[in-house]
């Protein structure tokens, strides 16, 4: 007979409910609802069958304070579900009810904010404005509730309909030293940190265990349009940085500019690798075949100090000056570049060795595992880097000249135009590298000439005041 009371209250049918009393007037004291501590208002109260439940309530008033399986009284279910009027009829009855904590520990108070029942918020505090005050576990109130479950709405009610009580706890901190501040801007939520800054009272310095201050709380490079718009809100109400977050910053900016110049590194690192393999191939090359080409014809055995063997044998390009050059008849596959012209060629040869030992250089620092993280590594490796760029750009600049009859201006001028901008870059990284090695060297010799002085000053020194008073 009992499961027909519930299965009216689950079709909401007080008709039905009527009859049952009528049958059996007692029907309601016993009535269980599969065996568990539900009574029938429970089950209107959670559906939101507002006839029935009042109908229950007339009947048996007593049900308001029977608590669940759960411990939960019907107010807790009815201010989740945000029933307002079952709220006001319920607390009309038991106004303290609203303070009552169900199996979990919750009140009705902080399940409506932690569910944004606005309204029922409203009646909770008109029905006992104490309540406000109630703290949970974690220390915080429903004010931090709110905010904590973007419930926005919510916490404008209770800021307006709490005036006195809400000003009490207005700054209140949670276990975390959190004010409403901190967490709305946590939340990311514009709206709530725009309603709270403007609110009379809120302290817009106040930081929490980290001691941080609201604006710390925000990531210290907003990139989203919501983080920049709270940045802008919350400096415009006057909320500054805190001087730890401040050092935080700076800290956290060198960690990412690290990290930046190590992914850089890692990036080109490859592309270095292969430029400079291509160097050295060109440099060895150019080293080995020199413009104009080298005398394979010549031999020791078929020269003679006149030089009309040499003369005989040499290309065309040497002829016609044996007895200047009769000297090079005992070297075979000597270059025509060193034969005719013996000063450009030692340019040529020079320029051309400084680009290939450049070259190697760099495939040594990048293979042999030197930390390239280290600016002072990078520097050096750019300076180098750049000088085997510039002896090749010379190389090919004297073979140019000396390989063509009718010299290329154009040419030739761009590529002055090159080896200037590049010697001006290159003696900027010299300088800059030269200024850097200056520093780290004289810091260093700071930190030691310190450090013997401590190690100079006898013990005690410093203590006169305890031996005077001994």
Known sequence: MEEKVYEAALRDDVASLVELLG?????????????????????????????????ILRLKPDFASVVDRHGSLPLHIACGRGHVEMVRKLLS???????????EGRTPFEIAAAKGRAEVLCELVSATPSGV?????????????????????????????????????????????????????????????????RR???????????GLTALDVLSYEPSTGIEKSIEKILKKAGVKRSAKAKKQRKLLSRVKKREKHEVWVMKTKGSL??????????????GL???KGVLWQVDAGIVNSTGSSFAAAAPSAVQGRPQRYSRWGSRAAASVMDVLDEWIYTIFIGVNTVGFVSSLTIILMLGSGFYLARKLFVRVLILVTWLAIISMALTYSIALFYSTTHFPYSSF???????IIAGFLLLGHFIRLVLRLTWWLFRGMIRILVGLGNLARPRGAGDDRSNIAV
């Open 133 to 197: 005050r109630i703290v949970t576990q974690r220390g915080e109130t429903i004010l931090h509730l709110c905010v904590k479950h973007n419930r926005l709405q919510a916490l404008n009610q209770l800021l307006d309909a709490g005036e006195d009580a809400v000003t009490e706890i207005i700054n209140f901190k949670d276990e975390d030293d959190n004010t409403l501040l901190h967490l709305a801007v946590a939340q990311k939520n514009a709206q709530m940190v725009k309603l709270l800054v």
């Open 289 to 291: 075949s020199p413009p």
């Open 200 to 210: 009379k009272g809120v302290d817009l310095k106040a930081t929490n265990l980290d």
């Open 273 to 286: 690798m292969i430029v400079a393999v291509l160097i050295a191939t060109v440099t060895y090359q150019a």
């Open 93 to 103: 009855l038991n106004p303290n009810g609203s303070l009552a904590p169900d199996g």
């Open 413 to 419: 001028a761009s590529v002055g135009s090159l080896l």
């Open 23 to 55: 049958n059996d007037p007692s029907i309601l004291d016993t009535a269980a609802y599969s065996g568990s501590t539900s009574t029938p208002l429970h089950v209107a109260a959670s559906l939101g069958h507002l006839s029935f439940f009042c109908e």
